[in-house]
């Protein structure tokens, strides 16, 4: 049998940050790579992820690596942290994701793709914040939903459900998955892909080989590392965000907060009114206009 080569893309959510093994990140993609191919089939897995790497990252960087491997199935899962920018551009996020599909269709490549949970839950911020940045991760998901569908991927939905709630799925730094949320998340796409014929080997196990961080590995997070991370995007959201929360306060004043979801909406459709429009078959879009729900748990990708 030919070696199955998969490459993974993305961000922190993909390199493994949450889940470190031998002083290094794992994570579900690692996982995943286990349980692609029946026994007597090796398996090649290149994982091409950078913590906080955004939708322009992983076309100009990590793309060209990939496809000089040239891989047999790829997952590009992205779009967090162009969210927490003060540059956010739905356009521009929608076009490199479809030129990345792109590619990887002209080479016959099967791609993974996956939303996932609005930042806003993560950061805990009161609803004039929190409006604009779960705005902004459904039209992502919007984009990513509507383009996985035109150019034929297997898409994993991740961006809501009793996971995101389950602290027994979150690393210390609520941030990121623990291990056993990896392996959640790594169980639930390798069903997808034996589905469509793309997974062979056994599924990636459920229960973790470490325990869980405690309580006071958490504090310890946030009192050191949490801050630093916090301090580092608020550098180049928070002015931005106040803006967004500012026209969300005066809009709510006038009852005129509608205008902000279907302005978001037509963003999403000119977005990708623009980019290719191969053959393939539709997919419902999300609603952007569903109201931000209240926030339990921690979102994935940071």
Do not use: K
Request: aromatic share 4%; proline share 7%; with cysteine.
């Amino acid at each position: 049998m030919n070696t199955l080569r998969y490459a993974a893309l993305g961000d922190s959510l993909t390199e493994g940050v949450g889940d470190p093994v031998g002083g290094a990140w794992r994570g579900w993609a690692a996982l995943l790579a286990e349980g692609l191919a029946p026994a007597g089939q090796d398996v090649a897995f290149r994982n091409f992820a950078v913590s906080g790497a955004r939708t322009g990252d992983v076309l100009d960087r990590q793309l060209p690596a990939a496809l000089a491997f040239a891989p047999d199935l790829a997952s590009v899962i992205v779009g967090v942290n162009d969210t927490l920018r003060c540059t956010f551009d739905i356009h521009a996020v929608a076009a490199r994701l479809d030129a990345v599909h792109a590619a990887f269709g002209e080479r016959g490549t099967v791609v993974l793709t996956a939303c996932l949970p609005d930042p806003g839950a993560l950061l805990g911020l009161p609803g004039a914040l929190a409006r604009p940045l779960a705005r902004r991760q459904r039209a992502v998901n919007a984009v990513v939903h509507a383009l996985s569908a035109r150019h034929g991927a297997v898409h994993l939905h991740a961006c809501d459900g009793g996971w995101v709630a389950d602290r027994a799925l979150w690393s210390a730094d609520r941030l990121h998955p623990g291990e056993r949320g990896h392996r959640f998340l790594a169980a639930r796409a390798h069903a997808l892909l034996a589905s469509a014929g793309v997974a062979g080997g056994p599924a990636p196990a459920a229960e973790p080989e470490r325990p869980a961080p405690s309580r006071a590995a958490g504090w310890w997070w946030l009192a050191t590392a949490g801050t630093g991370w916090v301090a580092r995007r608020c550098t180049d959201l928070l002015p931005n965000l106040l803006a967004l929360a500012a026209d969300e306060v005066r809009h709510g004043l006038r009852g005129t907060g509608a205008r902000l979801d279907l302005r978001a909406s037509a963003a999403v459709a000119a977005a990708l009114s623009s980019v290719t429009v191969p053959q393939a078959p539709s997919v419902p879009m999300p609603d952007l206009s569903v109201p931000v729900s209240a926030r339990r748990g921690p979102a994935a990708g940071a």
